[in-house]
């Protein structure tokens, strides 16, 4: 059984270009979620899928951002002409869907560190 | 909104020995969730214990255990004959009542155990 993944694990890019991180959630998990943790920082929730669905949308999540989940499985993040703020290290988690039980666990993946120069 | 501090940057400790880290929370949810994550230099973020507001009872695992203090809104973690591989950063998070997954952290405390 394989955790989730995230690719690349590191992208230094120019700022003002397109970068984009893949995640691949635990098998059958169809909850997914994206975070940014800063240096430091604690993790930010970004959004959250159910399935395709992507259900909420953190205001943090700025135009420059978008997120998708094509067919319930795999999800991309996309960051367009990014900026120097955007360096960070974005985290994607999965759960299941336990009938809409709380307090599911989390897993989360390694985590694909960003940096703008 | 909902808010999660940890007041305490780092911690260390003498392997062996036990040691508490702090947390406070403010929700205006009645039941929600509320859980410790251990994220080791360069690894990933991993579940340590976690505690259901309406659970008087304090969650234990192992060498791990929780204070939960619901009307102060506290919830530190006490870990117990402290190894080396518990050196890491621990992030207190709470789940605001809602049915899914979207976590608040705490800024985190770096805790670092000494041979």
């Given amino acids: ?117 | 909104a909902q808010t999660v501090t940890q007041s305490q940057p780092e911690m260390s400790v003498q392997e062996a020995e036990t040691v508490t880290l702090s947390c406070t929370y403010d929700t205006s949810e009645s039941n929600y969730y509320l859980f410790w994550y251990k994220q080791p230099p360069s690894r990933q973020m991993i579940l340590v214990i976690r505690q259901e507001a309406y659970k008087q009872q304090n969650a234990t695992e192992n060498r791990f255990s929780v204070n939960f203090q619901k009307a102060a809104k506290s919830f530190s973690l006490k870990i117990s004959d402290s190894q080396l591989g518990d050196t890491a950063m621990y992030f207190c998070a709470s789940d605001g009542g809602t049915s899914y997954g979207k976590l608040t952290f705490g800024q985190g405390t770096i805790l670092t155990v000494h041979p």
């Avoid at chain 1, 989730?4 to 003002?16: A, F, M, Y």
Wanted: aromatic share 12%.
């Fill in chain 1, 1 to 117: 059984d394989t955790g989730v993944s995230q690719d690349p694990r590191h992208k230094i890019t120019k700022r003002g270009q397109n970068v984009t991180f893949r995640c691949d959630p635990i098998s059958e998990h169809n909850r997914l979620y994206w975070y940014r943790q800063t240096l430091g920082q604690g993790p930010e929730f970004l959004t959250y899928f159910q399935n395709e669905a992507q259900l909420e949308k953190s205001r943090l999540l700025s135009d420059r951002f978008s997120a998708e989940r094509p067919k319930g499985s795999f999800s991309t993040l996309e960051i367009q002409r990014t900026e120097q703020g955007d360096s960070a290290m974005y985290l994607c988690a999965s759960s299941s869907l336990e009938g809409q039980v709380m307090g599911n666990t989390i897993y989360f993946g390694e985590g694909s560190w960003l940096t703008v120069v």
